[in-house]
């Protein structure tokens, strides 16, 4: 069975510094590797996704991962916080048949002005 | 081109009694699943939906069901209410059934049974 582990469920960052969200990942195949953001009561956005063309990923609103298989890790970036950036950020690694999603428990970040 | 839509988006019921999410997927879209968000236990996949057949399944009790119908448009029934089926109840479509493809998500049906 695949999982997904995100360290830090709570992330408070200064506006204008690093973001650094963790993310590690089991999986028996290669995985495919996706970020989401949820802002409060809201569904969950796309930010990224990982499969397999390249093991740093852009994604939307400057965030970047990347994908470190020897770690078992896709790490999320964001080199300068913003006061939007204040959020819940979750993991995912998809299974090897269909759509179903298995997530992290989510990192909720809180951006200081 | 109009996202993912779920209806209603707030839901009060008693327990014991059953209820009925909708979801209409984004145009073009075949693929219809749904997920249970809740502060314990986080984002949980119910089921999936593929061109009417349902091709993958969670962990949950039977009480949890769902179709598709020849719309892509889906819904999820949950009978016998129980007060820890309170939560946000979130369905995502995506275009095909390739593992790689993102979902999209709508924002949610948040039931509260009392």
């Known amino acids: 069975a695949q999982s997904v582990t995100q360290l830090g469920s709570h992330v408070s960052v200064s506006e204008g510094a690093l973001v650094l969200l963790r993310c590690n990942y089991s999986s028996s195949v290669p995985p495919y590797l996706f970020w989401y953001v949820q802002y409060p009561n809201q569904g969950l956005q796309l930010l990224l996704k990982y499969t397999s063309a390249a093991t740093l990923v852009k994604g939307i609103n400057g965030f970047e991962a990347e994908f470190k298989k020897s770690e078992t890790s896709f790490h999320l970036t964001k080199p300068s916080a913003h006061m939007s950036d204040a959020a819940e950020y979750f993991c995912?690694?998809?299974?090897?048949?269909?759509?179903?999603?298995?997530f992290g428990g989510g990192t909720r970040v809180l951006v200081k002005p | 081109k109009a996202g993912v839509t779920q209806t209603p988006r707030y839901l009060i019921k008693t327990r014991g009694q059953q209820v009925t999410l909708s979801c209409s997927p984004i145009?073009?879209?075949?693929?219809v699943s749904w997920y249970q968000q809740t502060p314990g236990q986080g984002l949980q996949f119910l089921f999936e939906y593929f061109s009417e057949t349902q091709r993958n399944k969670g962990n949950f009790p039977g009480r949890f069901s769902g179709r598709q119908f020849s719309n892509s448009r889906s819904e999820m029934n949950v009978s016998t209410l129980e007060l820890g089926d309170s939560a946000l109840y979130l369905c995502?479509?995506?275009?095909?059934?390739?593992?790689?493809?993102?979902?999209?998500f709508g924002n949610g049906t948040r039931l509260t049974v009392t």
């Open positions: 995912a690694v998809s299974e090897p048949a269909g759509n179903k999603l298995t």
């Open positions: 995502a479509s995506s275009s095909d059934r390739a593992h790689n493809s993102p979902l999209h």
């Open positions: 145009s073009g879209h075949r693929s």
